[in-house]
């Protein structure tokens, strides 16, 4: 297995008696001014896998003028997302979104006003209004599948697209957005969503149709924006949506938002609870059809845990092994997005390779996700992968779906949580099967979002009603050898992980607190066992696994 320091740091001093470093090979075929833009562009998941097979765990392309470097593998993976901003930027990688949020917003703002920005919006994936998101999450999928009937055919990328378009709007933004800009929003929103395009890391203002919408979109929200601001500032009752915390929101120096900065932290909000959630839906729904034995096993797990009508709540999709181990699988095969991008700020060094400032530096979720000795059988589709007797995404830095690092999704917590509810609603109604053959369900690689391609038809058939909900066990986490009534153990908090999501507050309010800039302090440094319990479910349900449970 492979082995590496947690906190692996990458050096950026070299003096005479360093190791000689090198700079990462290079794959061969570019061309002048194109690069290696060709072949990627053809199927950028391909080229990059071609690039590691070639390479080996870092090598070098380019895409037009940029010189980018890919890593791959926990190793790699670790160098990349523990580096620290100044020497790997972010935002100056995903310039691609300044047309988007605006500029002045998130990754075009200084480090100190983005850092602020960013806190602003946490709140709101917070453990407190999440647990109320299940039943509006749950309400939204009764309503579009109300009218279907006995069976019937739909395109089914399409149906999560405006499924989670809707199920994001309400929970995260507020009614407005839900109900009184239904049609509009969506409209706007997809024409903002296909402004993510290949082409706009490298020339995000060209002059093409696609970006021109983009840019009219962004106008025509900062218009409806502004117009909600007004009508809500002459209401006496206050929302608690994110739209109002933004409202309410002050920089440290006193100073509110501006229209222009709500309109592009709402649109932030909104790709963190959408952007990626509607192709995995689309892709849980096809894997799960595509084996009958799989989706066996799942109808059997929610049988058990609901029944035909039982409530679905926050606390009982958080005990769903079998669905949120597929959703896993579903995101090691198909992670939504391609690579994740840093600029270069000062010279990077890993295993003997300097990259020099100025170029970009990448890791790919989807080649790392393939590699036979961290994943056996790669391309086998395998949610066991998952169980405790197996763990093969326990190294860190192996299966890093949403990222990792300090950096990682910080709406992934939410993400998973529509996921599962989704699937708890629809496979209990409906049985599903494909329309097409199985192998003409495909992704689609022209887009930076991966889904899959269209037409993505499939078929439904109502369900008969099936038994009460058997209760389900418990999981428990046995006393360790050697540990006594009085004994007691150990809780490590990784500082640089935690986003304050406040999970293990609600867990365990005798043993964290996080207050309201959130900062998170620990309560106590060796509690005795009798807090074990709710210490393994601080850990457990820790969105970003920054906690870490040992014995003394």
């Not at 692996?8 to 075929?29: C, H, Y």
């Not at 002048?32 to 392309?61: D, V």
Request: with cysteine; charged share 25%.
């Amino acid at each position: 297995m492979l082995k590496f320091p947690e906190n692996m740091k990458t050096s950026t001093k070299i003096g005479k008696n360093a190791p000689t470093r090198k700079e990462p090979p290079k794959m061969p075929g570019a061309l002048p001014i194109l690069g290696n833009m060709l072949e990627f562009g053809k199927n950028p998941f391909a080229y990059l896998m071609k690039l590691r097979q070639t390479l080996g765990e870092i090598g070098e392309f380019r895409m037009f003028h940029q010189k980018m470097v890919l890593l791959t593998g926990p190793e790699a993976n670790a160098a990349f997302f523990r580096a620290p901003d100044a020497q790997l930027d972010q935002s100056q990688a995903y310039k691609i979104m300044t047309p988007i949020f605006g500029k002045g917003v998130v990754f075009d703002a200084p480090p100190h006003k983005k850092d602020q920005q960013l806190k602003m919006l946490m709140p709101v994936l917070r453990d407190k209004p999440m647990r109320g998101y299940a039943q509006v999450i749950v309400q939204e999928v009764e309503q579009m599948i109300a009218d279907w009937g006995e069976t019937g055919e739909i395109d089914l990328l399409a149906f999560m697209k405006e499924l989670t378009i809707y199920t994001s709007s309400h929970c995260l933004l507020g009614d407005e957005f839900r109900y009184q800009l239904n049609a509009e929003f969506a409209q706007i929103y997809h024409d903002l969503e296909q402004g993510v395009n290949p082409l706009a890391f490298v020339f995000p203002y060209l002059p093409l149709p696609v970006f021109r919408r983009r840019d009219k979109a962004r106008a025509r929200l900062q218009e409806l924006v502004t117009g909600i601001i007004a009508k809500r500032a002459q209401k006496a009752e206050k929302s608690e949506d994110a739209f109002q915390m933004l409202i309410d929101a002050k920089y440290d120096d006193g100073a509110a938002l501006s229209a222009h900065e709500i309109t592009g932290m709402l649109i932030g909000t909104i790709f963190a609870g959408h952007h990626t959630t509607a192709g995995t839906a689309a892709w849980t729904l096809l894997e799960l059809t595509r084996r009958p034995e799989v989706m066996q096993a799942a109808l059997t797990e929610l049988d058990q845990l609901f029944g035909s009508d039982g409530e679905v709540t926050f606390q009982s999709l958080r005990e769903i092994p079998l669905l949120e181990n597929i959703i896993k699988e579903v995101l090691r095969l198909h992670p939504p997005l391609i690579f994740l991008i840093r600029k270069v700020m000062q010279d990077f060094h890993f295993k003997g390779y300097t990259v020099k400032a100025g170029k970009y530096l990448c890791t790919s979720p989807r080649v790392s996700h393939r590699i036979a000795e961290v994943f056996p059988d790669p391309e086998k589709f395998d949610p066991d992968r998952y169980t405790r007797q197996r763990q093969e995404d326990a190294l860190p830095f192996s299966w890093i779906a949403f990222g990792g690092g300090k950096h990682k999704c910080s709406g992934n917590a939410f993400a998973l949580l529509q996921l599962k509810a989704i699937f708890c609603i629809l496979l209990r109604r409906y049985t599903f099967e494909l329309v097409d053959d199985k192998d003409s369900y495909q992704d689609d690689f022209t887009q930076m979002v991966v889904q899959p391609a269209s037409p993505c038809r499939i078929r439904y058939v109502k369900r008969q009603p099936t038994h009460a909900p058997v209760p389900a066990a418990v999981e428990s986490h046995p006393v360790q050898a050697g540990m006594t009534k009085e004994s007691t153990f150990h809780i490590n908090i990784d500082r640089e992980l935690c986003q304050g999501h406040a999970t293990c507050m609600a867990e365990a309010p005798e043993l964290f607190y996080l207050d309201a800039a959130g900062g998170l302090t620990l309560l106590q440094e060796n509690p005795s066992l009798a807090l074990l319990a709710k210490a393994r479910q601080a850990e457990k349900y820790c969105p970003t696994q920054a906690i870490k449970i040992k014995p003394n």
